[in-house]
């Protein structure tokens, strides 16, 4: 598209289809949003920054101590499967509705159900989760080596 780049030189006629043209773009979706751009570039700008700062801290926490990482998102989805299906369960008990508290148990029973799968998985694959987290650590650091990596996430 073409905007002229000064406004006020133009014959009034064109002044008057350019500012019908400028209502138009700003009453329209497209038109709101560019609008809402406009008006939240520094946010956005913040979160880009943020985001390459959260991008290096993890990248060196994953480099420093991956075996914790790995063990605290073990015993956090251990957490998930336990509470989440104690917590459906328990639930069930607080309700009248039938199918309501068939729901609960269900559930509950699914998550229960996934944590004992979860829990034999980990049981026979235990080798598997210590290669996985030396593949881990060392990937993280190669990331380490080259940050200019963290602007393929940025963009």
Sequence with gaps: MCFPSDVENLPMALKEKWGKVVD???AGESGKMIQDLQNSWKEIAICLVTAMV???LYMYA????PTAIAYMAIIFIELVFVVGGAGLI???FKTDDKDRKNGYLIGGAV???????FN???FCFWSKLKEGIAIIDATADF????KRIIFVSLF
């Design 24 to 26: 138009d773009l700003r």
């Design 54 to 56: 959260y991008s290096l």
């Design 62 to 65: 994953m480099s420093i101590f």
């Design 90 to 92: 328990f639930e069930s």
């Design 111 to 117: 998550y229960l159900l996934f944590g004992v799968f």
């Design 120 to 122: 034999i998985m980990m």
């Design 143 to 146: 990331f380490i080596a080259t």
